[in-house]
């Protein structure tokens, strides 16, 4: 006699705080076609950098980031999102980005050896120094994006202005490009989105475009795109508002 499924066992596991089991998405259609149809979700857990669970949170496979978890990344340095590593993928060139709202202002990036973002005299691209006076570091704007990536997509804008970082190939400076207005939808422009990433006091930024390639410096060099070493990838944000 042929072996039935044991469809509540596997239910079982699909349901546990561990990531989504492979085997939960791979029941058959003749194994269920008796049952209700199935939603499948997967927990998102808000951990401290000492592993201490904050926060847990159920969310569809394909639900976006919501206001509240904007909340969490920007105001809580401790604290970091996660997203189901099973959530479906689009290919990128078909993605479309909408602009949510702006989640940190007038900011400055310095890298490890302490050197502030400023922009070279007269020209369209960055570069880092070590600074006596932050007054004279570029201050910048993030606005944030909906993605169906697990990470969060933003755009870098110089405050005040309509300049954007705009990510190159590698190697190549980054270079600040002005638009008349802020995007509300990025589907063909992605050199100007980073999946912005913290860990601690660290953070990366990602060229959506790009994604092996980070916001990096180096010394005698401008800003650039660099997979790692020996390039500066990661920054410190400094707040500049209360």
Not at 171 to 178: G, T
Request: glycine share 2%; net charge negative; charged share 25%.
């Amino acid at each position: 006699m042929a072996k039935v499924p044991d469809l509540f066992e596997d239910l079982k596991n699909c349901y546990s705080y561990d990531p989504l089991h492979e085997d939960c998405m791979s029941l058959s259609t003749s194994e269920t076609s008796k049952t209700s149809q199935l939603t499948f979700k997967e927990n998102v857990v808000v951990v401290a950098t000492n592993g201490k669970i904050l926060k847990k949170r159920r969310l569809s496979l394909n639900q976006f980031i919501t206001d509240d978890d904007l909340e969490a990344i920007t105001n809580d340095a401790e604290e970091e999102i996660m997203k189901p590593r099973s959530a479906a993928y689009n290919f990128r060139s078909n993605e479309k980005y909408n602009y949510m709202r702006i989640i940190k202002s007038q900011f400055i990036l310095n890298d490890n050896l302490n050197q502030s973002i400023i922009q070279q005299t007269g020209g369209n691209y960055l570069m880092a120094a070590a600074l006596q006076n932050l007054d004279d570091a570029v201050k910048f704007d993030m606005g944030a994006y909906t993605s169906e990536d697990s990470k969060l997509p933003v755009t870098l804008r110089i405050s005040k202005t309509r300049l954007f970082v705009s990510a190159q190939n590698e190697d190549e400076p980054v270079l600040l490009k002005e638009m008349p207005e802020t995007p509300k939808t990025i589907r063909d422009e992605t050199n100007l989105l980073f999946f912005w990433e913290r860990h601690g006091s660290k953070n990366y930024f990602t060229s959506v475009a790009q994604p092996k390639l980070f916001i990096a410096t180096q010394e005698r060099k401008l800003v650039h795109m660099a997979r790692g070493q020996p390039s500066i990838t990661d920054f410190q944000i400094l707040e500049t508002q209360p």
